[in-house]
């Protein structure tokens, strides 16, 4: 059984840094795309970046240059580096996983992944 779990969020001042992490278990797959998925408040849900198999990332573009996603395979371990974080980066972000590489269209499209984990909470103050 796949199984995500997230770390690493936290409260930052505006302009600040955080590093999230998702460690995976469970996960045999050759192919896959791996996704980081926010939801603030009152909002929809918004894909932030992804990554497959091959290393194709793709990002949104209201984080473009500021966040980059990275994946340790040595340690099942898929990051998120957040860097001049933003009031509007406030969010539960999730990390989720699909056993097949998605097209580059679909990869921020939180409908194709099968496997989430539980979020961690970032908060950004102005």
């Known amino acids: 059984q796949v199984r995500l779990a997230e770390s690493g969020g936290g409260s930052v001042q505006a302009g600040g840094a955080l590093r999230l992490s998702c460690a995976a278990s469970?996960?045999?797959?050759?192919?896959?795309?791996m996704a980081w998925v926010r939801q603030a408040r009152g909002k929809e849900r918004e894909g932030v970046a992804a990554?497959?198999?091959?290393?194709?990332?793709r990002y949104a573009d209201s984080v473009k240059g500021r966040f980059t996603i990275s994946q340790d395979n040595t340690k099942n371990t898929l990051y998120l580096q957040m860097n001049s974080l933003k009031p509007e980066d406030t969010a539960m972000y999730y990390c989720a996983a699909e056993g097949r590489r998605l097209s580059w269209w679909s990869l921020l499209l939180g409908y194709y992944y099968t496997y989430w984990g539980q979020g961690t909470q970032v908060t950004v103050s102005s």
């Open positions: 990554i497959d198999s091959d290393g194709t990332t």
């Open positions: 469970g996960y045999t797959y050759s192919g896959y795309s």
